[in-house]
């Protein structure tokens, strides 16, 4: 009767137990449900917002005015309008080159000094001539003039007089014939001393004094650097475009900024070989800074406008034909359609303007990143100061 009591007891602690049991897994399925549902609602919530995105200062650009110019792109060499090349006019010795290359000469300036000895001895020769000529004519004058006295008295006869009067026609031609080679003989002297034709600079010095030289041997150059010309070469298809007059703006390899020239002469006629014409643009160089040879690549300006609206040609896309860029305002990306015109430089970069869609002063996404959803807020990077940049320099 005694254990009785005491089973009974014990059964009724283990279901207790059982559902003690029993009760705390439950609460632990449930609380770990309960915690999957958050994360969920979390994670959805996390997609719905919109990312941040960040953009260097490089990444946009200010909408502002610019003055935009239509261009077409050329390219050639550059050469002095005025250059001269000094040759020899007579054959001969070179005694003496006054000059190197890179001299500034004047004109009129001696270059060069050939042996002059032997056209001295020449013109010597020809005086001589000359003179006996003179004197051959004197007597033929004077001959003339009696025969002719006589033939009025009637003491010779007209025959006579006639052969006076051919004496002395010969004689006057043997003096201008002289004289004609006296003329010579004094410009081959003359020619034994070359001068610069032109003021400018020597180049491309090809002669030693000592050697000998025939007739039209070229000496040197003399070239002209206060103006100079560009010569490029246009495709037939832009000929059409290209005017006398015409604004260019030419950038020359060496130089940091770009020169402004214009138009002066098209030429008319094809080049050989190639389906190109070629167009001669003058610049100015008071400096001196540009090089016969030196190469240069020219923007020709076929349309200007001043003081309009435009953004960089990597700003625009394009969505079906309708053009659009990306602003930033209040922190968020903005997609816009715009109205553009012209496209050319705005001596920056390749601009478009903008005629509609934009305002003065807007900020804009200055290059394709794709494609980019309206509404994400936008950050700026912070750059690191020199303080920063200087310590991490010490860290590394």
Same mark, same amino acid.
Request: glycine letters at 10%; zero cysteines.
């Given at each position: *009767?005694?254990?009785?009591?005491?089973?009974?007891?014990?059964?009724?602690?283990?279901?207790?137990?059982?559902?003690?049991?029993?009760?705390?897994?439950?609460?632990?399925?449930?609380?770990?449900?309960?915690?999957?549902?958050?994360?969920?609602?979390?994670?959805?919530?996390?997609?719905?917002?919109?990312?941040?995105?960040?953009?260097?200062?490089?990444?946009?650009?200010?909408?502002?005015?610019?003055?935009?110019?239509?261009?077409?792109?050329?390219?050639?060499?550059?050469?002095?309008?005025?250059?001269?090349?000094?040759?020899?006019?007579?054959?001969?010795?070179?005694?003496?080159?006054?000059?190197?290359?890179?001299? !500034?000469?004047?004109?009129?300036?001696?270059?060069?000094? *050939?042996?002059?000895?032997?056209?001295?001895?020449?013109?010597?020769?020809?005086?001589?001539?000359?003179?006996?000529?003179?004197?051959?004519?004197?007597?033929?004058?004077?001959?003339?003039?009696?025969?002719?006295?006589?033939?009025?008295?009637?003491?010779?006869?007209?025959?006579?007089?006639?052969?006076?009067?051919?004496?002395?026609?010969?004689?006057?031609?043997?003096?201008?014939?002289?004289?004609?080679?006296?003329?010579?003989?004094?410009?081959?002297?003359?020619?034994?001393?070359?001068?610069?034709?032109?003021?400018?600079?020597?180049?491309?010095?090809?002669?030693?004094?000592?050697?000998?030289?025939?007739?039209?041997?070229?000496?040197?150059?003399?070239?002209?650097?206060?103006? *100079?010309?560009?010569?490029?070469?246009?495709?037939?298809?832009?000929? *059409?475009?290209?005017?006398?007059?015409?604004?260019?703006?030419?950038?020359?390899?060496?130089?940091?900024?770009?020169?402004?020239?214009?138009?002066?002469?098209?030429?008319?006629?094809?080049?050989?070989? @190639?389906?190109?014409?070629?167009?001669?643009?003058?610049?100015?160089?008071?400096?001196?800074?540009?090089?016969?040879?030196?190469?240069?690549?020219?923007?020709?300006?076929?349309?200007?406008?001043?003081?309009?609206? @435009?953004?960089?040609?990597?700003?625009?896309?394009?969505?079906?034909?309708?053009?659009?860029?990306?602003?930033?305002?209040?922190?968020?990306?903005?997609?816009? !359609?715009?109205?553009?015109?012209?496209?050319?430089?705005?001596?920056?970069?390749?601009?478009?303007?903008?005629?509609?869609?934009?305002?003065?002063?807007?900020?804009?996404?200055?290059?394709?990143?794709?494609?980019?959803?309206?509404?994400?807020?936008?950050?700026?990077?912070?750059?690191?100061?020199?303080?920063?940049?200087?310590?991490?320099?010490?860290?590394?």
């Amino acid at each position: *009767m005694n254990g009785t009591p005491v089973i009974k007891h014990r059964a009724v602690l283990i279901t207790v137990l059982i559902l003690l049991v029993a009760a705390g897994v439950g609460a632990t399925v449930l609380k770990k449900r309960a915690g999957s549902g958050t994360q969920a609602a979390l994670t959805a919530a996390a997609l719905q917002a919109p990312a941040t995105l960040e953009f260097l200062a490089s990444d946009v650009s200010w909408v502002k005015p610019h003055d935009l110019r239509q261009t077409l792109p050329l390219s050639g060499s550059l050469r002095a309008v005025n250059q001269a090349s000094v040759k020899a006019r007579v054959a001969g010795e070179v005694r003496e080159v006054l000059v190197r290359e890179g001299e !500034s000469v004047s004109a009129g300036q001696v270059l060069v000094r *050939m042996d002059e000895r032997e056209f001295q001895a020449r013109l010597d020769q020809a005086k001589g001539a000359f003179q006996a000529a003179r004197g051959q004519l004197d007597i033929a004058t004077k001959a003339r003039d009696n025969n002719k006295a006589l033939l009025t008295k009637g003491f010779i006869s007209q025959n006579a007089f006639d052969n006076a009067a051919s004496q002395y026609q010969i004689a006057l031609a043997n003096v201008e014939s002289a004289k004609g080679g006296l003329d010579v003989t004094q410009k081959s002297l003359g020619d034994t001393v070359i001068r610069a034709p032109i003021a400018g600079l020597i180049s491309n010095r090809t002669i030693q004094p000592g050697e000998k030289v025939s007739a039209d041997y070229h000496f040197l150059d003399v070239v002209d650097l206060r103006q *100079m010309e560009l010569e490029a070469a246009v495709p037939t298809t832009d000929i *059409m475009h290209v005017a006398l007059g015409q604004e260019v703006q030419v950038k020359v390899e060496g130089l940091s900024n770009a020169l402004i020239g214009k138009v002066v002469r098209i030429n008319p006629a094809t080049q050989a070989g @190639s389906r190109s014409i070629l167009a001669y643009i003058q610049l100015d160089n008071p400096q001196g800074a540009l090089r016969v040879g030196m190469f240069g690549e020219a923007q020709l300006t076929l349309a200007k406008k001043t003081g309009v609206l @435009s953004v960089p040609q990597s700003a625009i896309q394009d969505n079906a034909g309708a053009p659009f860029v990306y602003a930033i305002e209040n922190g968020q990306l903005l997609q816009k !359609s715009v109205t553009v015109g012209i496209k050319g430089d705005d001596g920056e970069t390749g601009a478009v303007e903008i005629t509609g869609g934009l305002e003065n002063g807007a900020q804009i996404v200055r290059s394709n990143l794709g494609n980019l959803q309206s509404g994400t807020r936008v950050r700026f990077a912070k750059t690191a100061g020199p303080a920063a940049l200087g310590a991490q320099a010490a860290a590394q």
